[in-house]
């Protein structure tokens, strides 16, 4: 072995290629073999203090040192979540909706927790968000983002539409109507005056929807002079309206908006946030 093979001592491993390259047996740099210490003293150190191996013996587990345990982590952290929340809920228990709306605070935390039970309990029918959803007949149930209210717009209106539920009547008229009167009154109608034409008081439409078309908040009947639909804009589904009435047996439009303290699908509380949430709206 010549000269060239000697660095400072470091002895070779005894392999020598071409009488040029040696290997010499150098030790790792020191910062790697501590950080391979302390991953090796990091890796006992963690099987002890947390939950690992198996012990077969008695159908157990080593549960650690420390105690850990995952569900233990879920339960300190819920608690925090409750104790948020137990603050806003206390406060919200004896408030009307119209109380809630004029606390800015309670009323971002009531529309937060509204928004998921908007989508588990209401978007089915009045569509994500309450922009509406739609089948052959119309719209399944009204559209919330608007400010066209079948049954008053107000928080109270709107607290009372969602816990008594809602169902407009509207009377068939194809056997007290003649085809030519329907006619007339559908034409009327989708021109949004309806009451251009005699027939509208005549025949009784003004009962339900008012003297001027404009629809009676007691009875959830729609507005006749707007460009809301609830059911078929056509003049065909008009007419069918018309003839078959709503909520008025078989082949009648259907609107039912069931009640949810009926239902008891949904607490008092839940109530409350859900009116604040659909109040606020496009508002
Ligand atoms: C099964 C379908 C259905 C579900 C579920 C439903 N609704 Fe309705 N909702 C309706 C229908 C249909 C109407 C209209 C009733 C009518 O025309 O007389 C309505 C009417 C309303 C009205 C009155 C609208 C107005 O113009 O005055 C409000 C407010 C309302 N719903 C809120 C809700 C909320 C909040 C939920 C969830 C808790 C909900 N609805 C769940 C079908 C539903
Ligand atoms: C007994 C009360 C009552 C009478 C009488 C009545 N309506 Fe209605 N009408 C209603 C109600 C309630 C609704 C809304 C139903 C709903 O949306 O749930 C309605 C809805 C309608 C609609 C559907 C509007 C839309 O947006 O799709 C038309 C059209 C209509 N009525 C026309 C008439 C005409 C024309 C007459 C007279 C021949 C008449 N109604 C008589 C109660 C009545």
């Not at 329907?182 to 005549?202: Q, Y």
């Not at 078309?213 to 309206?241: H, P, Q």
Request: charged residues 20%; glycine residues 12%.
């Amino acid at each position: 072995m010549s000269d060239k093979h000697d660095a400072g001592g470091v002895p070779t491993t005894g392999h020598v290629w071409d009488d040029d390259l040696a290997d010499f047996a150098n030790q790792p740099p020191k910062w790697w073999m501590l950080g391979l210490t302390a991953s090796a003293i990091w890796c006992v150190v963690y099987f002890l203090y947390y939950p690992s191996f198996g012990l077969s013996s008695t159908q157990t587990f080593f549960k650690g040192l420390a105690g850990w345990t995952a569900i233990g982590e879920m339960n300190a952290d819920t608690s925090v979540v409750d104790e948020v929340r137990g603050k806003y809920e206390a406060k919200l228990k004896d408030m009307t909706p119209a109380a809630i709306l004029a606390d800015s605070e309670l009323t971002e935390y009531v529309t937060r927790s509204g928004k998921v039970l908007f989508g588990d309990n209401c978007a089915a029918c009045h569509g994500t968000n309450g922009v509406g959803a739609a089948d052959k007949q119309g719209f399944i149930a009204p559209i919330l983002r608007d400010d066209d209210w079948l049954y008053g717009g107000n928080i109270e209106d709107i607290h009372t539409s969602i816990m008594g539920g809602r169902q407009g009547v509207m009377t068939p008229h194809k056997d007290v109507l003649s085809a030519a009167e329907i006619d007339t009154l559908a034409n009327a109608v989708a021109a949004g005056t309806p009451t251009s034409t005699p027939l509208f008081a005549e025949k009784g439409c003004t009962v339900c929807h008012g003297a001027d078309g404009k629809g009676l908040a007691a009875m959830g009947s729609a507005n006749l002079t707007d460009s809301v639909w609830r059911f078929e804009s056509s003049l065909e589904g008009i007419k069918y309206t018309i003839a078959n009435g709503v909520n008025a047996g078989p082949g009648s439009r259907d609107a039912v908006m069931p009640s949810f303290q009926a239902a008891g699908k949904l607490s008092d509380a839940e109530m409350k946030k859900l009116a604040v949430y659909v109040y606020k709206f496009g508002k």
